[in-house]
């Protein structure tokens, strides 16, 4: 019934990797940025829940130049309702991802608090977080990249983190209820908003290769952070990992989180969108999540996107967690539970004897350890020709057969 697999490796454009410590270092030390600090200032650094690579020592670099530049630093979760809509939750978020007053330098702030700045030109009203705003200035932190539920000039980033992260609970719902069929136009003018209205003296965006290391760290000017993250946007674009094969009966995804994508598994790779975006390539038949991430913290939500998913993976879900963040998105499909198989063996064998048009032991098969980690996978026999018919692919294997262990518990070399 399984058919054997073959490892292999998908070649994508990798710029080689930044020192972290030393990039945050020099950017912040350009003059125009240096001189925003100023001394004794209470200096609000926003930090999101994404899964930013080494965010942890992004942000302690960032806290150690403000300390030199004679500021006063303190950490503010900018997640809008994730961590179940709680500061605790925010905090512990942040915790998880390493970022603590220990780890960092500074303290976090965590509150739901907001103010409201205004009102954005079409009627949108705008939030920041309390403490931000009663901090001398802010810094915001987070990377750049195509989001997962909307495309437009501008979609994951600084601009959003303002719009939606510093607006929390309250910003996340206004700009939500919208529905992302407006998201291209309200985030950018919600953003401009704060940026003029608000305390915010610099942006510091962060790229990633298809790797999830860090290739480029920039501060930006207020006035500079729309027009540059246009041009990120793009340059981000053409680095993201995906999955190479246009077609695929099925794909098993060992993990799901958060701290993978803002809906678990990125839309952008395996082609199936909550929102209102068409189904896009690759084209695939099931789609199986074996498990779930520890740093998501049980929310499951992106797991409606899944054909079949397993027991263990059921069982971890925080149902509060997960149904805040699809009730503020108003995306409910995300937090459906797909059939669910006892182990990871069924899980697999039902995607498989449920697919159409495709005979036994022929299946185009492709399992991943998650969307972000696409360089290298396994595929069946069966997608070998086409593996040889892509010029960015690469075997590393002869076939061999899938195992389980006595508890069905798929094994494969690189993965446990």
């Avoid at 080689?16 to 004794?40: F, M, N, Q, Y």
């Amino acid at each position: 019934m399984f058919p054997r697999l073959v490892k292999a490796r998908q070649d994508f454009p990798s710029p080689e990797p930044v020192d972290v410590e030393r990039e945050v270092r020099r950017e912040l030390s350009r003059p125009e940025i240096a001189s925003t600090v100023g001394k004794g200032k209470r200096i609000a650094i926003a930090v999101g829940s994404r899964g930013v690579a080494e965010i942890d020592r992004i942000a302690k670099a960032v806290v150690k130049q403000v300390k030199e530049l004679g500021g006063v630093p303190f950490i503010v979760p900018a997640m809008g309702s994730h961590g179940g809509a709680t500061a605790e939750g925010q905090a512990d978020v942040l915790a998880h991802l390493g970022i603590t007053e220990e780890t960092v330098g500074a303290p976090v702030v965590s509150s739901m608090e907001v103010v409201q700045l205004g009102t954005s030109p079409s009627g949108v009203p705008v939030y920041f977080d309390r403490q931000a705003h009663g901090a001398d200035a802010t810094i915001v932190i987070n990377r750049v990249k195509p989001h997962t539920a909307f495309h437009g000039p501008i979609e994951s980033g600084l601009m959003k983190m303002l719009a939606i992260g510093l607006g929390k609970h309250e910003g996340a719902i206004a700009v939500h209820a919208l529905g992302f069929q407006r998201f291209d136009s309200v985030i950018p003018e919600i953003g401009r908003c704060i940026l003029e209205k608000g305390n915010v003296i610099f942006g510091i965006a962060v790229m990633e290769n298809a790797r999830e290391h860090v290739v480029r760290i920039a501060a930006i000017e207020p006035e500079r952070i729309e027009e540059m993250e246009r041009e990120l946007l793009e340059e981000a674009r053409c680095l993201m990992a995906k999955i190479l094969f246009p077609r695929l009966d099925v794909l098993v995804v060992r993990e799901l989180g958060k701290n993978i994508s803002g809906d678990g598994m990125d839309p952008n790779v395996t082609g199936r969108y909550l929102s209102h975006l068409r189904a896009t390539e690759p084209d695939i038949q099931k789609i199986v999540v074996l498990d779930l991430t520890e740093e998501t913290y049980g929310n499951a939500l992106g797991i409606g996107m899944a054909d079949v998913t397993t027991r263990n993976a059921v069982n971890k879900i925080d149902h509060h967690a997960m149904y805040v963040n699809a009730i503020t998105s108003r995306l409910l499909a995300g937090v459906k539970i797909p059939m669910t198989m006892e182990t990871e063996r069924e899980a697999i064998a039902a995607a498989l004897v449920s697919c159409w048009g495709t005979e036994p032991g022929n299946h185009k098969m492709m399992l991943i350890e998650n969307t972000l980690k696409l360089e290298e996978v396994y595929i069946s026999e069966p997608l070998l020709q086409d593996a040889r018919r892509l010029p960015d692919v690469e075997i590393l294997s002869e076939p061999f057969a899938m195992a389980f262990d006595e508890r069905g518990a798929l094994q494969l070399p690189d993965w446990r």
